[in-house]
C-alpha cells in the first residue's frame, strides 16, 4: 500500500484563499475599503507609522500621495490586519543594520500601540532587502514579509519572510490569472493551499483612472464557498498551525498542538483536528 498522502485544506474545508496586500496608508484606503466591504473580501494594509497625516506630492504621479490621519487608523482598518511597512519608508538594503531595526520595531510598536493588536506581517518598502534585513524582521517577531516580484502562480513561499505575491492589480495578466484560479482542480496534487496574492497601492487606482479595474476583479473573485477571502496574516498562521502538526510513526494519529483548528483531507474525507486535539484513523492500515 502505498504512503498515504494527506492534503491540508482551509478553514472550514476551503480549498483556495484570496488576499490582498496595499502600501502606504494613502488617503486612497478610504475607498478601497468600501469596495473590500461591499464584496466581502479581506486584506492586509502596510502602514508608515512616522507619516500619518501627511500631505504628499510627488513629480511621478499625478495625485495625491497623502496619508491617512493617525486618529483614524484603528477604525478604518479596524476590520482589516494592520501590518509594518516602516516607520519612515527607507530603503532598508542602503541603511545601517541598527537604523533598520529602529526603522522596523518602532514602526510596529506605534502600530499596535494604535490598532491594540499584535502586528505580524511586513512589506519591504520599495522592495529592497538584503541579508540583514531579514535577520532584523526575525528578531522583531516579523511572521511574514512580502515583496513586489510577481509570482503569476498560486504557490506559498518556502519562506514567509521573502512572500513573493502573485501580481500587482496593474498586471496585464491580472484577469487571466483570476480565470485560472477560478478554474484550478483543488483535487490536483499540484494545488496544495492555492493562494491569489495581489498587491499594490491605493493611489494608483486615482492615478492610472481605473478604479473599474480593481471592481472587476472582486466582482470575478468574490462570492465563492470555496475561497477563503483572508488577510496575509491569517493565511501565514494558519499555514504554520498545519506545518505544526505531528503525526505518530504510523500515521494512524495526526495531533494538533496549536490553538488553530485545522483542516485537513485524510482518506478522501474532510478531517477537523482542533486545537489540542490528537485524531485516530482507525480504518487506517498501516503505510
Ligand atoms: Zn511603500
Not at 478553514?11 to 466581502?40: C, N
Not at 511586513?122 to 526575525?138: C, H, M, Q, R, S
Not at 490536483?188 to 494608483?204: A, C, D, I, Q, R
Amino acid at each position: 500500500m502505498p504512503l498515504r498522502r494527506d492534503t491540508p485544506l482551509f478553514p472550514q474545508g476551503k480549498t483556495k484563499a484570496f488576499t490582498l496586500s496595499y502600501d502606504d496608508g494613502v488617503v486612497q484606503d478610504r475607498h478601497f475599503i468600501e469596495l473590500l466591504k461591499k464584496y466581502g473580501l479581506q486584506a492586509t494594509f502596510n502602514l508608515n507609522s512616522g507619516r500619518f497625516d501627511s500631505e504628499e506630492h510627488y513629480s511621478h504621479i499625478r495625485v495625491n500621495h497623502s496619508r491617512v490621519s493617525k486618529s483614524e487608523v484603528k477604525e478604518l482598518y479596524g476590520p482589516f490586519e494592520v501590518s509594518g511597512h516602516t516607520t519612515s519608508h527607507p530603503d532598508l538594503a542602503r541603511i545601517p543594520m541598527g537604523a533598520a531595526a529602529w526603522e522596523v520595531c518602532e514602526d510596529k510598536k506605534v502600530l499596535e500601540d494604535i490598532t491594540g493588536k499584535l502586528v505580524s506581517g511586513f512589506a519591504y518598502p520599495f522592495g529592497t532587502w538584503n541579508p540583514e534585513t531579514l535577520k532584523v524582521l526575525e528578531a522583531a517577531g516579523i511572521r511574514y514579509a512580502r515583496t513586489v516580484k510577481s509570482t503569476h502562480n498560486f504557490r506559498l513561499p518556502e519562506n514567509f519572510l521573502l512572500w513573493d505575491p502573485c501580481c500587482h492589480h496593474d498586471d496585464p495578466q491580472l484577469m487571466e490569472l483570476a480565470d485560472k484560479f477560478l478554474a484550478l482542480d483543488p483535487n490536483s496534487e499540484k494545488n496544495v493551499l492555492p493562494v491569489f496574492y495581489v498587491w499594490g497601492h491605493t493611489y494608483e487606482f486615482d492615478d492610472h483612472e481605473n478604479w473599474d479595474r480593481i471592481e472587476s476583479l472582486f466582482q470575478k473573485i468574490s462570492g465563492y464557498e470555496e475561497i477563503w477571502y483572508a488577510t496575509n496574516g491569517q493565511i501565514e498562521e494558519y499555514v504554520s498551525a498545519v506545518k505544526a502538526l505531528r503525526y505518530s510513526s504510523d500515521a494512524s494519529r495526526i495531533y494538533n498542538p496549536t490553538a488553530i483548528t485545522v483542516w485537513m483531507k485524510v482518506l478522501e474525507q474532510t478531517a477537523v483536528i482542533r486545537p489540542g486535539e490528537t485524531i485516530c484513523l482507525e480504518n487506517y492500515k498501516g503505510n
